[in-house]
């Protein structure tokens, strides 16, 4: 059964970092293209960082120059670093996977960022 492990996710204070991890099987990761989201209280779910074709990557507006997100193909693992935390990046993060084949999607378990003022 295909997974996304995600981990890296804690608490920290205002201006920290952070660094997220998600990790899937080899066989799919190099077909698929990847992204992170989170859902931060009483919030939807909104996209964060992601890949599109090939190595382009996009950002939300709210974290342009905090947040970078990287792919270690190697490893089968992407990341998602994130500098100069504020308390409104307190969300749980996601990692989602596109198999562009297929469109077929999958979601990583979440993991809890808490970002104190």
Do not use: H
């Amino acid at each position: 059964q295909v997974q996304l492990v995600e981990s890296g996710g804690g608490l920290v204070q205002a201006g920290g970092s952070l660094r997220l991890s998600c990790a899937a099987s080899e066989l799919i990761f190099r077909r698929s293209t990847m992204a992170w989201y989170r859902q931060g209280p009483g919030k939807q779910r909104e996209l964060v960082a992601g890949f599109s074709s090939g190595s382009t990557t996009n950002y939300a507006d709210s974290v342009k120059g905090r947040f970078t997100i990287s792919r270690d193909n190697a490893k089968n693992t992407v990341y998602l670093q994130m500098n100069s935390l504020k308390p409104e990046d307190t969300a749980v993060y996601y990692c989602k996977m596109v198999i562009v084949a297929t469109g077929y999607e999958l979601w990583g378990q979440g993991t809890q960022v808490t970002v104190s003022a």
